[in-house]
């Protein structure tokens, strides 16, 4: 913290600030108008992932105003010394899934990036929020953020997952459990055995969702999977400063008697994989459950919220979730694209073959992630069962570029919004992790992944 | 950044919890680089029929709602991305206060950075409020952040905003001239630790 005055927000500085294409170029903007530089151009960091085409990267950009926001990042970067991941970069990636591979995010730092998906970070133990334009700016200008003090909701996770059940499941149960808004205000701590089991990238995928459930950052402290996570990334300390800072790091987590303003226990030992079934990422049900019957919902602003969902969705109440016949499957996002994700859909993959009634891509999260995975042959399983093998960014998670669902069509994806018209107008998104997705792309309808991996 | 004193103004209403960021301004048009002309893009797929004619049975599609510049919602407004385009499209579209009794809260965050002011208030006057919307055609209110109190004709509602946003939205002040005073602290603080 660098300065507070008493009843102001804390001046807090920010030890890495991450930038991508669709949030910066207003901000870039009114340095220029106000006669400003970027204060530290080399704690700053650029790629283009929100609108970039997944096609062949020799090809052409065909929109024109995608083109017109991605060449204007590149000059902003140029113009205020900027290191840039572009698209020829062979370290270009969705922004949350190249900070952490390139050891960019690390434990007991501050990070922002204009994007609500920053909490990712926050599974290193790194403080990370995400921010509007206007601090975009802020913090190109002053390297600051002001921020006042948020609570504090500790979500203790506990139990052995059942096999098949993921770091995605027990998110999607957590935001069910606690509601979209149930952590508004709040940072949340993740804590308890099942979180110190899990390996960074489910850590990540956790983290990830916490603004799903409203909150302003998610955290899990660092252990040892962290330091060994971080060790020899391109950006972290190297030798004997790699030594200093995991000293440093081992000061990190909160006190064992530390107290929260909230805590929220979550028991996952029997725990059934999770699949959206509305219009937010609280509507979620079991996959051996039914679509609900918005009767059933304890107020009437409720009930009206489950029945535009349902209009929305296409679906009636009491159908089993099973029987949601699928058009599209979408593996990918900052959510789940990384290495893990992809081996454990390829591993459900092997062998078969993709639905004739659907259309699947897989998007790798960054172009590491896509060369380690066709070094591993992950790509020639997913193309041989007849997905698409994509280049990498955000793609059909938010539908900025030419990805997109026609509308009415249903899709498993692994992102992290249902929202309406999020994947393309009219389209129909049901949330999932990258194993149910996959078995889901063999089946043309979801199919509860504990029962079949048994066949 | 304009500042926001008082405002009186007719108020409209959009009755639907959690009214996400993506709802607001669709994804298509955050590829401009420019932080106006937002407002005709406001919740677009809502508003609109593909062929661009407006969907008779969207609230603010109603005449009586039209030159509206407060919005009356619920629980959770502006969840999802962080997205600034949203209080851009709203300002744009004419909306210079949002009253629910929750925001998410990046987009609440950006909101007093555009001069814009949403104000919390309890679930019981939420629903009063639209009560008497919906029986009082062309109702106004007055929201008044000097005084933080919203009122009508035979009601007023006390309402808290945080000291420091109320003072900079007051002035119209920006926070990175503001954070540029303590200069010298940023720089103690950089040789010491950055």
Known sequence: MVHQEPGQPAILYIDCHLVHEVTSAQAFEGLRLAGRKVRRPNLTYATADHNVPTWDRSLPIT??????????????????????????????????????????TQPGKTLVCGDSHTSTHGAFGTLAFGVGTSEVEHVLATQCLLQSKPSSLQIQVQGQLPPGVTAKDVILYIIRTIGTDGGTGCVIEYTGDTIGRFTMEERMTVCNMSIEAGARAGMIAPDETTYAYMEGRSYAPQGKEFQDAVDYWRTLPSDPDASFDRTVEVEVSSLAPQVSWGTNPGMVTDVTGTVPDPESFADETSRRAARSALEYMGLQPGLPITEIKLDRVFIGSCTNARIEDLRAAAQVIQGRKVSSSLQAMVVPGSQRVKRQAEKEGLDRIFTEAGFDWRESGCSMCLGMNPDILSPGQHCASTSNRNFEGRQGRGGRTHLVSPAMAAVAAIEGHFTDIRQWSNN | MEPFVKIKGLVATLDRVNVDTDQ?????????????????????????????????????????????????????????????????????????????????????????????????LPQDQISELFEWVGANSGAQLTVDLESQTLSGDSMEYPFEVDPFRRDCLLKGLNDID???????????????FA
Not at chain 2, 76 to 92: I, T, Y
Not at chain 2, 178 to 192: A, D, G
């Open chain 1, 63 to 104: 929109d024109a105003l995608a083109k017109l926001q991605i060449d204007t990042l590149g000059k902003n970067c140029e113009e205020f010394e900027i290191p840039l991941f572009g698209l020829d970069s062979p370290d270009q990636g969705i922004v949350h899934v190249i900070g952490p591979e390139l050891g960019i």
């Open chain 2, 178 to 192: 503001l954070t540029l005073k303590y200069e010298e602290q940023i720089r103690e603080y950089e040789s010491k």
């Open chain 2, 24 to 120: 607001i301004i669709p994804k298509q048009f955050l590829k401009r680089i420019e932080k106006t002309g937002y407002g005709q893009f406001l919740f677009y797929d809502w508003r609109l029929n593909e062929d661009g004619s407006p969907k008779p049975d969207f609230e603010l599609n109603a005449p009586q709602f039209k030159g509206a510049s407060i919005l009356l919602t619920r629980d959770n407004f502006g969840c999802g991305s962080s997205r600034e385009h949203a209080p851009w499209a709203l300002l744009d579209y004419g909306f210079r206060s949002i009253l629910a009794p929750s925001f998410a809260d990046i987009f609440y965050n950006n909101c007093f950075k555009n001069g814009m002011l949403p104000v919390r």
